[in-house]
């Protein structure tokens, strides 16, 4: 992965704040001068999800996929890597788009299926301080007022396939959002290294969790770990639990009754070197 920062490829938008009631007047096809305009000059943020659903759809490893399509950023105070996909060198188009459109449209990442819609959350979510959605109005794209009638955003959510995309991305979420990013120190690079693998890097994670000591030490049903072997979605779950375990200490993993001294070689020690 190539590496840049978050404030050099986020371009700014002008957006209108909508309720998932509001009405969404929007129109995106083959029909509109401004087709795939989009898919130019942008900095699209991957998520867990989309990284699994785009190699999948490319018939890839996760680590092929990386190397060839992604650039790690990360965000203004360094503590928190982020991934993006990579443009075009030349025209700075998205590697996938074609004349015809999307090649991986089915399995396109959750940005791009929510254009023009963008997603805010708080800090703290209450029960009456909630996300919102904000529409962004972009000179380029001319599909504003172009809707066949109108829709409203849950209805344009559920079209677009978002609801899969937001359930598989909710543990994530979770681990994003946890208060401890704020209070400590930027990740160490063996830290740094196991945030990636296990979120973006799922193939080398599955064998870090099968070749390394791991299921010596953690205490994992035999179904789930079948399960491991070949689910990626249960794979990617796994790795939150994981994550949330080894950097914020969260109770979502147990050592093996009989791990008390292996404790201390805790395969977080071992997840640079897994997969080689």
């Known amino acids: 992965m190539a590496e840049e920062t978050v404030e050099q490829a986020v371009g700014h938008a002008h957006p209108v704040q909508l309720g998932a009631d509001d009405a969404l007047d929007f129109r995106c096809d083959c029909s509109r001068d401004c087709f795939t305009d989009c898919c130019r000059d942008v900095s699209i943020i991957l998520t867990p999800y989309d990284v699994l659903r785009m190699k999948r759809a490319l018939r890839i490893d996760s680590g092929t996929f990386l190397d060839r399509y992604a650039i790690l950023s990360c965000t203004r105070d360094k503590k928190l890597p982020v991934v993006l ?8 188009r998205c590697p996938f788009v074609t004349q015809g459109g999307c ?3 089915a399995h396109r990442p959750w940005a791009c299926r929510m254009y023009p819609l963008g997603q805010a959350q708080p800090d703290h979510p209450t029960p009456t301080e909630r996300g919102h959605y904000f529409l962004m109005r972009e000179e380029f794209c001319h599909g504003h ?3 066949k009638g109108t829709r409203t955003v849950r209805e344009w959510i ?3 396939g978002i609801d899969t995309f937001e359930m598989m991305g909710a543990s994530f979420e979770r681990l994003m959002l946890n208060e401890s990013w704020q209070k400590q120190e ?5 830290k740094l290294a196991m945030y990636l693998m296990a979120c973006f890097d799922l193939d080398r994670f599955r064998r870090f969790v099968f070749e390394t000591r791991f299921l010596e030490l953690f205490d994992v049903h035999e179904d789930r770990a079948e399960a491991l072997k070949t689910n990626d979605e249960e794979l990617l779950e796994f790795a939150m639990d994981w994550l949330r375990f080894s950097l914020f200490q969260e109770k979502t993993m147990r050592l093996k009754a009989n ?3 292996a404790k201390r070689r805790t395969p977080a020690g071992e997840a640079a070197a897994a997969g080689h």
């Open 186 to 190: 930027p990740l160490s690079p063996d």
């Open 158 to 160: 559920r079209e677009q």
């Open 145 to 147: 007022g172009q809707g």
């Open 259 to 261: 791990a008390a001294e």
């Open 85 to 92: 996909l990579r443009m075009n060198a030349g025209d700075k």
């Open 103 to 105: 090649s991986i449209y």
